[in-house]
């Protein structure tokens, strides 16, 4: 079965730059790669996706990119907030529609 | 707003006892999900269900069970507790197959002493 792999377990950025969080997946017929974030004492909720045919999705200050034959995918954040801290999981919906998540990065903007 | 009820907020049990973990979802979704949450192994696929009276195992199916008799309500069932069955559980919905976005549940942490 799918096997989703995230990196790093944690990280912590100064406010306004950067963050990126890595994915990588073992089924290569997977076609659909969404992020959740969750909040602290919350939910999880959907930020952002994307399907195996397109290679970029951009949403404001969020961004994934997806290698298929690398078998790996990104989230970006740019310009980072305190309130985009929070615990953010990659998963993969593999050739069975299961929905297999890695095992999240939990990432700290410092103010 | 979609609106994904599960029954408890904390609960605790004793080992051996059987558990009942409920979840209602009140947008006509036709899949529901049941995952366990914790620490540093992300979101683990317990038991899923794609129509009423159907369920497929997950990931980590041993010692639980499901039952879906109406199409917004998903059971999970722990048969005789255990103390690594210790989590936070969570519970999913979506609409078929074309559209795959997960509305969950906020959540029942479950100790099992």
């Known amino acids: 079965g799918e096997n989703v792999e995230q990196h790093p377990s944690t990280l912590s950025v100064q406010e306004g730059d950067s963050a990126v969080i890595k994915c990588t997946y073992s089924?290569?017929?997977?076609?659909?790669f969404p992020w959740y974030k969750q909040e602290l004492g919350k939910r999880p909720q959907l930020i952002i996706d994307?399907?195996?045919?397109?290679g970029e999705k951009k949403d404001q200050r969020i961004a994934v990119t997806l290698n298929k034959t690398a078998k790996h995918f990104s989230l970006h954040i740019t310009e980072t907030q305190p309130e985009d801290s929070a615990v953010y999981f990659c998963?993969?919906?593999?050739?069975?529609?299961?929905?297999?998540f890695g095992s999240g990065t939990r990432l700290l903007v410092r103010p | 707003d979609v609106k994904v009820t599960q029954s408890s907020r904390y609960l605790v049990k004793r080992t051996g006892e059987k558990v009942f973990l409920e979840c209602v979802q009140d947008?006509?979704?036709?899949?529901m999900f049941w995952y366990r949450q914790d620490p540093g192994l992300g979101l683990r696929l317990i038991y899923f269900?794609?129509?009423?009276?159907?369920?497929e195992k997950g990931d980590i199916p041993e010692g639980y069970s499901v039952s879906r008799e109406k199409k917004e309500r998903f059971s999970l069932i722990l048969e005789s507790a255990s103390t690594n069955q210790t989590s936070m559980y969570l519970c999913?919905?979506?609409?078929?197959?074309?559209?795959?976005?997960?509305?969950f549940g906020s959540g029942t942490q479950l100790s099992v002493l």
């Open positions: 999913a919905s979506s609409w078929g197959s074309l559209e795959e976005k997960l509305f």
């Open positions: 089924d290569s017929a997977s076609n659909y």
């Open positions: 994307i399907r195996s045919n397109v």
């Open positions: 998963a993969a919906r593999d050739s069975s529609y299961k929905l297999i």
């Open positions: 269900s794609y129509d009423v009276k159907m369920k």
């Open positions: 947008m006509d979704h036709e899949n």
